[in-house]
C-alpha cells in the first residue's frame, strides 16, 4: 500500500540522545519542515529540563517523553500528572511496575485535564521489554521464564487491562500484540535499524520497511540518523522506504 510522504514522516519518531539543549536543537533545526515526531529521553530532559519540551511544543512539534517511569504508584501519580501538564502527545510508563501503577499514571493524567481544559489528552504507553533485551537476558538475568515475545504479550495485556492505549516493544511482536489486543491498540517500536547500520547495543530489531510490513503504528529512530553524517538526508532516506 503506497503512502504519502507526509505520512510516512509522521511515522518516525526521532530520538534526541544528546547531552544538552544546544546539541538537540541543532538537529531539530536541520530537521525543519518534516512532519515526524521528536522524541525526548532522559539524557536530554535530566540535561535540559521540561523548559525544552515546552519550547518544542510551542513550536508545533509532536512530541514523545520518554521517561519511562517505574515507581510506587503515588510517585507516578504525580509524575504524569506533572508530564501531562507540559502537554506532550506520548509519554510511558514501565509496565513492569505492575497494574496499580499504570492505573495511577492515567489518575494523575486525568487530574491534570480536570483542571485544564485547553490541555490535549497524551497517549500513555507501557514498556514492555527493552528492545535491547534478548532472549538470554530476559531469562538468566532478568529471570522471566519463557519467550520474549510471550513476555512482551503478556506486558502489553496488562497495560490494556489498566487503561493504556499501546505499548513499546520490538517491531518483532507487533503481529502478536496486535492480535491480542487489537489494531487499535499502539505500538511503538525503536530496535528500527536500516539495512547495513550499526545494532549497537540494541538486540530485537527490523529495517524500518519490515517495522511497517508487520503493521507498527509508530517506529523511534535515533542513532542511524542522529550518527549520519547528514541527518537530515539519513531521515529522508528512512521515510522514501517507508512510502
Ligand atoms: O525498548 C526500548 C525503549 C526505548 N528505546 C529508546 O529508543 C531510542 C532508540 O535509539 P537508537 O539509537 O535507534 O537505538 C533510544 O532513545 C532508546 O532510549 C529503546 O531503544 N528501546
Not at 142 to 160: C, N, P, T
Request: hydrophobic share 45%; proline share 5%; with cysteine.
Amino acid at each position: 500500500m503506497k503512502r504519502s510522504w507526509e505520512e510516512a514522516a509522521g511515522r518516525v519518531m526521532v530520538a534526541l540522545d544528546y547531552p544538552n539543549a544546544a546539541a538537540a536543537e541543532a538537529l531539530v533545526r536541520s530537521l525543519e519542515g518534516i512532519p515526524c515526531f521528536m522524541k525526548v529521553g532522559m539524557q536530554l530532559f535530566y540535561a535540559a529540563g521540561p523548559g525544552f519540551v515546552a519550547d518544542l511544543k510551542a513550536r508545533g512539534y509532536k512530541v514523545f517523553l520518554d521517561l519511562k517511569m517505574h515507581d510506587i504508584p503515588n510517585t507516578v501519580k504525580g509524575g504524569a500528572n506533572s508530564i501531562a501538564k507540559l502537554g506532550v502527545d506520548v509519554f510511558n510508563v514501565h509496565a513492569a511496575g505492575g497494574s496499580a501503577m499504570m492505573r495511577a499514571a492515567m489518575e494523575g493524567v486525568e487530574q491534570a485535564l480536570s483542571g485544564n481544559a485547553g490541555l490535549r489528552r497524551p497517549l500513555v504507553i507501557a514498556v514492555t521489554q527493552l528492545t535491547s533485551t534478548s532472549q538470554t537476558v530476559l531469562n538468566d538475568e532478568i529471570g522471566i521464564g519463557g519467550s520474549v515475545a510471550d513476555a512482551v504479550v503478556r506486558y502489553a495485556k496488562l497495560a490494556q487491562e489498566a487503561g493504556l492505549g499501546g505499548v513499546v516493544a520490538s517491531p518483532q511482536e507487533v503481529q502478536l500484540i496486535k492480535s491480542a489486543c487489537g489494531a487499535s491498540f499502539q505500538t511503538i517500536t525503536p530496535g528500527i535499524r536500516p539495512a547495513g547500520a550499526d545494532i549497537g547495543d540494541q538486540s530485537r530489531i527490523m529495517t524500518p520497511r519490515q517495522a511497517l510490513e508487520q503493521g507498527t503504528d509508530y517506529m523511534v529512530i535515533g542513532r542511524p540518523i542522529t550518527g549520519a553524517p547528514d541527518p537530515r538526508q539519513a531521515l529522508e532516506s528512512i521515510i522514501e522506504e517507508l512510502v
